[in-house]
């Protein structure tokens, strides 16, 4: 079976410092994986998606995600945070039949 | 514009009530999804349907039931035999490629409170 992990639910950081988001994922084939943000009570929209193609993936808003498979990992970062990044992030790893399964989400918090 | 809509955004229910909760895309996708969402637990996939006029429980269907007679529409309806079903609804639609590699597309959910 496939999961994902979210280590901290909560980060903090300050507006204009670098923002990393862990994930780890299990999988037994090659993984599609998947970061979306979610702003309070609003749908999630994808910030970007692996699919084996390039393993440094470039999404919106700045965001960024390096495939490592070595690690089983599948950070997302950004070089500097902005006061609109506050929201909660959720990894997710692709399995058959179109299911995702989804991180427990991690909340950033951007103070001034 | 393409996209989900989903409503109504709050719904409170009684004790004892069925209630159903509407999602509508014009995406043109096969496949939808509907997905609880708690404080703390990520989302937890409730039904899918990969085509009209079928569907597959996910993780937590218990109390839950669902019917796809239209492509565009996927409605949920919760009812009475869920124990707690006070939280945040989200359906989602994607194309249905067979992989684990498609987007989904998400609603803007559905608020529930049972009172």
């Known amino acids: 079976a496939q999961s994902v992990t979210q280590l901290g639910s909560h980060v903090s950081v300050s507006e204009g410092a670098l923002v990393l988001l862990r994930c780890n994922y299990s999988?037994?084939?090659?993984?599609?994986l998947f970061w979306y943000v979610q702003y309070p009570n609003q749908g999630l929209q994808l910030l970007l998606k692996?699919?084996?193609?390039?393993?440094l993936v470039k999404g919106i808003n700045g965001f960024e995600a390096e495939f490592k498979k070595s690690e089983t990992s599948f950070h997302l970062t950004k070089p500097s945070a902005h006061m609109s990044d506050a929201a909660e992030y959720f990894c997710?790893?692709?399995?058959?039949?179109?299911?995702?399964?989804f991180g427990t989400g991690t909340r950033l918090l951007v103070s001034p | 514009d393409g996209g989900i809509t989903q409503s109504p955004k709050y719904l409170f229910r009684k004790e004892g009530q069925n209630v159903t909760l509407s999602c509508e895309q014009n995406?043109?996708?096969?496949?939808m999804y509907w997905y609880r969402q708690d404080p703390g637990q990520g989302l937890r996939l409730i039904y899918y349907?990969?085509?009209?006029?079928?569907?597959q429980k996910g993780d937590i269907a218990e109390g839950y039931s669902v019917s796809r007679e239209k492509k565009e529409s996927f409605p949920l309806t919760v009812t009475s035999a869920q124990k707690n079903p006070t939280a945040f609804y989200l359906c989602?639609?994607?194309?249905?490629?067979?992989?684990?590699?498609?987007?989904?597309?998400f609603g803007p959910g559905t608020r529930l409170t049972v009172l």
């Open positions: 989602a639609s994607s194309i249905a490629s067979g992989s684990g590699e498609d987007t989904q597309y």
């Open positions: 999988s037994s084939v090659p993984p599609y």
């Open positions: 692996y699919t084996s193609a390039a393993t």
């Open positions: 997710a790893v692709g399995s058959g039949f179109q299911k995702l399964v």
């Open positions: 995406l043109n996708h096969d496949a």
């Open positions: 349907s990969q085509i009209v006029n079928d569907f």
